[in-house]
């Protein structure tokens, strides 16, 4: 069994995976009997991506005499320059996020983005961890993390490296205040542990000023383990009888493509069903592999006109999907940040103890519509609005949100935000997205 089919039927097991990914792959996965020297594992990858990367004309083979130190970096030298996106890592790590539903860190998500404020202020903070047990909130300020300031962790690009853990007793000592009128810091200490992901936010109805019935559902990634709250959360709006979905991806960095495809389903309902949401297209000499994912009932309907969907640059891929397979049939009003912009995704492949997550298809929607590496642009520009936690009524992207669905209209508040909003798109397409601190998976498996 080769590398590709033995993930894909260990992952289909747990009920991970649509269907096995592209067939292919020389090697037995690194499995017992496997030739895991670096040598033997970079002929195993060379072959791997010329045949099933999705960009493989283009790949740029590194001369004969260059030699590699680990199999990571002959990874990336395979990589063409317009792919911010394919990784790899521990299949352990990959398999606790995916199957399990778990991640290892601290919890504690900071924005730091190139065009971000200073100081630095807290975002987000996953429930469960060691930042949330701590206290710690969004809207928090960081004044430093290991001694180091806030302006010195943005200028040097260390910002990701101190909040992200790789080892069991891994720690941070985080000077913090409650918020920026506050005058006094205090010192925490985190320690990095597993625990469970939160996908799904809970769930809240609010009434707007117009009367409207709106519910307001905060979504992180798009795995398994976040099923059974989306479902109880879609039964609740629809028993509730909704008028209006504000859907918060502003920090939902993608997933599984037939999560997405749920979630677009059981918004459009009855008027969506059977159309295609999606078709993934792999590479030309995959064309056998072209998979069509229509609308399909399931989940709870809320049989919608329209959704109201609050991006940000975090919002990337499986996310992006949800919005463009839905804008042939749905009204999609977008609040907030143009989106990350990855049209991409991955059949992931596992060989000698890593996961080689390279992209492998691009996807469109049933008008043949995507290649939205540029992002998709928000209707209502506005800027995150750390100040308020997410859901609250009075937060920018939520209020623009509200606002919309009384009047039609932006606030001129939110337009008036549009010039930083295109100030940090252009800044943050120089490289990999950041990853300030949450686990931000930035992919699209079947």
Not at 223 to 243: K, P
Not at 265 to 271: E, F, K, L, Y
Not at 357 to 364: I, K, P, Q, T, Y
């Amino acid at each position: 069994m080769n590398g590709r089919t033995a993930l894909a039927a260990a992952l289909l097991c747990s009920g991970l995976l649509a269907s096995c990914g592209g067939g292919g792959g020389g090697g037995d996965g690194g499995g017992s009997g496997a030739d895991c020297s670096l040598a033997a594992q970079q002929t195993w990858l060379h072959t791997e991506m010329h045949d099933h990367y999705y960009f493989n004309t283009l790949i740029q083979d590194p001369p004969a005499t260059q030699v590699f130190d680990s199999i990571d970096r002959y990874f990336g030298a395979l990589l063409v320059s317009a792919d911010h996106w394919s990784y790899v890592q521990d299949s352990v790590s990959y398999n606790r996020f995916f199957g399990a539903g778990q991640t290892f860190g601290y919890g504690l998500a900071v924005a730091g983005q190139s065009t971000d404020p200073l100081p630095l202020r807290v975002r987000d903070v996953a429930p469960g961890s060691a930042a949330d047990w701590a206290g710690v909130r969004r809207g928090m300020v960081v004044d430093s993390i290991n001694g180091t300031d806030g302006a010195t962790l943005k200028s040097t690009n260390q910002l990701s490296a101190s909040l992200s853990a790789t080892t069991a007793g891994e720690h941070i000592t985080v000077q913090i205040r409650d918020s920026l009128n506050s005058p006094v810091s205090r010192q925490i200490s985190l320690n990095a542990t597993i625990y469970d992901l939160a996908p799904v936010g809970t769930p809240l109805i609010v009434t707007s000023v117009g009367g409207r019935k709106v519910a307001y559902l905060l979504y992180r990634t798009f795995i398994d383990s976040g099923m059974s709250a989306l479902q109880s959360s879609l039964t609740q709006f629809a028993n509730a009888g909704v008028q209006d979905l504000v859907l918060d991806l502003r920090y939902n960095g993608g997933g599984l493509v037939r999560i997405a495809r749920d979630l677009a389903s059981a918004i459009g309902g009855d008027g969506v069903y059977g159309q295609t949401f999606a078709t993934l297209r792999y590479n030309a000499a995959h064309q056998a592999s072209n998979t069509r994912f229509a609308f399909t009932p399931g989940l709870s309907k809320l049989n919608l006109p329209r959704v109201y969907v609050l991006t940000g640059v975090r919002t990337c891929s499986a996310s992006e999907l949800v919005i463009n397979g839905l804008k042939p049939f749905v009204q999609v009003i977008q609040i907030g940040a143009t989106t990350c912009g990855k049209p991409y995704g991955f059949n992931p492949v596992e060989h000698c103890g890593n996961t080689f997550s390279a992209l492998n298809f691009e996807s469109v929607n049933a008008l043949g519509a995507g290649g939205y590496t540029s992002g998709i642009s928000p209707t209502c520009a506005a800027s995150d609005d750390v100040e308020h936690a997410l859901g609250d009524p009075a937060e920018a992207l939520t209020a623009a949100a509200l606002q919309h669905i009384d009047t039609g209209s932006c606030p001129a508040t939110a337009n008036s935000a549009a010039t930083s909003v295109q100030a940090l798109q252009s800044g943050r397409r120089s490289g990999r997205l950041i990853q300030d601190g949450e686990p931000l998976p930035g992919m699209m498996d079947r």
